[in-house]
C-alpha cells in the first residue's frame, strides 16, 4: 500500500510569476530535500512534484488576478 501524499494548499499570495509555486517549500526539512522545481497550479487548481509526490492546491475560492 502506498502512502497518501502530502498536500498542500496555497493561496494567490503563494504563487510565485506566472502561477506557479517552488518544491521544496521553506517548510521542508533538510534532509529530504531534492532540486528545485516549478509546479504550475494556476492552470488546474493543482500540481504535483514529480520528485516527492506532494501536492500543492489552490485554496477553495481563491481568486487569482490576471496580470
Given at each position: 500500500?502506498?502512502?497518501?501524499?502530502?498536500?498542500?494548499?496555497?493561496?494567490?499570495?503563494?504563487?510565485?510569476?506566472?502561477?506557479?509555486?517552488?518544491?521544496?517549500?521553506?517548510?521542508?526539512?533538510?534532509?529530504?530535500?531534492?532540486?528545485?522545481?516549478?509546479i504550475?497550479?494556476?492552470?488546474?487548481?493543482?500540481?504535483?512534484?514529480?520528485y516527492?509526490?506532494?501536492?500543492?492546491?489552490?485554496?477553495?475560492?481563491?481568486?487569482?488576478?490576471?496580470?
Amino acid at each position: 500500500m502506498s502512502k497518501p501524499a502530502n498536500v498542500i494548499e496555497v493561496g494567490a499570495k503563494d504563487l510565485q510569476g506566472p502561477g506557479v509555486v517552488s518544491c521544496p517549500n521553506t517548510k521542508t526539512a533538510l534532509w529530504s530535500e531534492h532540486p528545485r522545481v516549478f509546479i504550475d497550479v494556476a492552470s488546474t487548481g493543482e500540481g504535483k512534484c514529480s520528485y516527492c509526490g506532494t501536492v500543492y492546491r489552490l485554496k477553495t475560492g481563491e481568486k487569482l488576478h490576471a496580470h
